[in-house]
């Protein structure tokens, strides 16, 4: 009996044993398995699990592979213990792709416990994490390392490097702004396409939010037509960010309604963030409008906005003077503070008033050009930047002058009378005692009084 207890207990300790060791099992994270110091003997990496590993040398580098099913934003989280004294960095974490180009990198100090980096990973793609020594140094350094992709987000679809095969970009109208990621690889060309409804402004935003940080180009563009009746994208307003820039909003520019394209590229490796602000305002400018062939044709009386969003661009409008007009108004209004040149030329590119120059440091400061009467003809108003350029939205508008009524002179009585059409009195007084039958009642009057005399003399004898 005691032997049978024994054995109980003996077993009962095991299984407390193997159970301990079950669940310790279940709690702590993989470790590496050497050697992985090649793309080739890289550790599976499972999305969201965390995984150890130790530098052992001074030259060790450590390989792991993850594969994501969708599209998304990759979030790698490193976390090591500090190391006393140190100074500088301890690891250099890289990101790549399958061919060993660099996604994303930076620095883990040894003064740090944690560091984040977001790279932009394709579906179905295997990336690789490099694990690395910063600083040489004798400490066995060991981490932990995990990645989670957020597969909720807007992002390019390759291949999009022309307009025919762009993603679609919705714009940002209000609420919660619309995202869009890409990377931004040197010699890569990413186009989304963009639909504005209705006449309104636009802004461009980039974002430089991963490591290495990347110079990027936004550029909108729209078809034009050319001379020989073909389309050709032309640039209608851009900005470019630099590696050591944070974010870059692009200024104020009026589109009509219709499709454009944003083509972003890229200087370095990386990746990019970018959304499109709009903004509905009626009777815009029609960009590209930049001479006079191409001028938006504005009619009288009607209020157009518009901006000038470098400083190189220009703005025209054309607008016809009929024979015998008395002269025009050009209304200018600065819907926000900035500087502009504005003047009026003729159809051979002639300047038909002086350059009206405004500066304004707040909204609402108006300028006027009035010119005297005009020939006949076609005439364009131009409008470019000042000399420092900071122009955001304006407004213009051309009014014909209204033709001035002279009074005539006071006439005298004697040229009133000479002046009475008498023909006309005649006529209108023949026609009025036609119309009372005058001869008739003086008839009946005639013999009224005749009988009335008759009727006296009678009574007399």
């Known amino acids: 009996m005691k032997k049978f207890k024994s054995a109980v207990a003996l077993f009962l300790a095991v299984l407390m ?29 499972e999305i969201a699990k965390e995984i150890n590993g130790v530098l052992g040398t001074d030259d060790d580098k450590d390989y792991f592979k993850f594969k994501a099913s969708k599209t998304g934003l990759a979030k790698l989280t490193f976390k090591h213990n500090v190391v006393s004294g140190a100074v500088g960095s301890y690891f250099t974490v890289t990101a790549a792709n399958k061919d060993g180009v660099m996604v994303g990198q930076f620095a883990s100090a040894g003064t740090s416990t944690t560091d984040t980096a977001d790279f932009l990973v394709m579906a179905n793609a295997d990336y690789y994490i490099i694990i690395e ?26 291949p ?27 010699g890569d060309t990413d186009y ?6 209705k006449d309104g402004v636009l802004n461009l935003y980039l974002y430089n939010d991963f490591m290495p940080k990347s110079a990027v ?5 729209t078809y034009v037509e050319k001379n020989d009746g073909t389309q050709k994208l032309t640039e209608v307003t851009s900005i470019a960010m630099t590696a ?26 990386g990746a990019y963030r970018t959304r499109v602000y709009f903004r509905e305002t009626a009777n815009t400018e029609t960009e590209i409008n930049d001479t006079a062939k191409l001028a938006d044709k504005i009619t009288a009386g009607t209020t157009y906005k518009a901006t000038l969003d470098d400083a190189g661009d220009k703005d025209y409008y054309e607008f016809t003077a009929a024979k015998d007009n008395k002269g025009f108004d050009i209304n200018f209004k600065a819907v926000a503070g900035g500087q502009w040149k504005v003047r009026l030329l003729d159809s051979n590119n002639e300047a038909k008033s002086e350059t009206l120059e405004i500066k304004a440091t707040s909204a609402g400061k108006e300028a006027k050009i009035e010119t005297k009467p005009l020939e006949e003809g ?19 508008s051309v009014k014909e002058k209204e033709k001035s009524i002279v009074p005539e002179p006071e006439k005298g009585l004697l040229d009133k009378i000479v002046g009475l059409n008498w023909g006309q009195l005649w006529d209108n007084f023949s026609g009025w005692l036609t119309e009372i039958n005058f001869i008739g009642m003086l008839w009946d009057m005639v013999t009224s009084v005749l009988m009335g005399l008759t009727l006296l003399f009678s009574s007399g004898k």
């Open 133 to 158: 020594k910063g600083i040489v140094c004798d400490t066995t350094l060991g981490y932990k390392l995990s990645v989670t992709v957020d597969d909720s987000i807007k992002s390019e679809t390759e």
């Open 217 to 221: 180009v936004a550029e909108l563009q």
């Open 17 to 45: 044993f193997v159970s301990c060791f079950a669940t310790a099992s279940a709690t702590t994270p993989a470790s590496e398995t050497e050697e992985n110091n090649t793309i080739e003997k890289a550790n599976t990496l």
């Open 244 to 269: 050591s820039e944070e974010s870059k909003i692009g200024p104020s520019v009026c589109v009509p309604a219709g499709d454009y394209f944003l083509k972003i590229t890229g200087e370095g490796i």
């Open 192 to 197: 989304f396409k963009i639909t504005v409804p």
């Open 160 to 186: 999009n490097d022309t307009a025919d095969n762009a993603d679609t970009l919705e714009l940002t109208v209000s609420g919660s702004p619309k995202y869009y990621y890409g990377t931004a690889v040197e």
């Open 378 to 396: 076609t005439y364009y108003i131009e409008v470019v930047a000042g000399a420092d350029h900071c122009s955001d939205i304006y407004e213009i």
